[in-house]
């Protein structure tokens, strides 16, 4: 049986999703975050040497990274629901966003993360006002239209189908749930109507529902 090893409100809970839009029986294994430094516990370290999440462990196989999760979950366990056919401009479209959500996309998001939390970090006082400085400029200059860039993007592909990969949906999808909701997180996510929409009706999907009651609370923050 597949074992999820599940870190609390990180990508893992995308893998649950899947599963649950799969239909597949899984093992759940827990690890919750460091309170404090909000880190993942060295136990997943036991799993895979980089101690993140998510991996999986299937048939004595253990498999790390979202994409590559997804992309192995589907070719073995999907009956053509999820992904579209091969060599179609669908299947295209499916793996590049299938890689874009990580390649791409979560860049700006963390680095927004990083320097809306670095002033809010213990340093002495003196060196406060030069923090906070500096990440209001970093965010100003880069970080805010890279955001802005990446998002009008991601609009214009929905403004031209259904689903990021075509009119039906896909593992693509799940896996660009995840920077949305980074986004909507952050309160920000209102600027792009069609963004919003996709999050709200794959939040409407009884897997993701299910994926929620047996991963636990999701919550995001910047």
Known sequence: ?????HLNNSRSQRVLWLLEELGVPYELKR???DART???????????????????SDEGRVVAESGAIIEYLVERYDSGRLAPPPASE?????????HYAEGSAMFPLLLALVFRR???QRMPFFARPIVRALAMQVERRYIEPQLQLHFDFMQQALEQSVWFAGDAFS?????????LEAMDAGGDLDRWPR???FL??????????RALQRGGPFELGH
């Open 38 to 56: 909000m880190l993942a516990p060295l136990a997943l370290r036991q799993v895979h040497p980089l101690g993140k999440s998510p991996v999986i």
């Open 90 to 98: 669908a299947r295209l479209r499916y793996r590049y966003w299938l």
């Open 1 to 5: 049986m597949i074992t999820v090893h």
């Open 31 to 33: 690890y919750e975050r």
């Open 171 to 179: 593992a693509a999808d799940i896996q660009m749930s995840f920077p």
């Open 195 to 197: 963004l919003a929409e």
């Open 200 to 209: 709200r009706r794959v939040r409407e999907r009884p897997a993701y529902q």
């Open 118 to 120: 670095l002033p809010k």
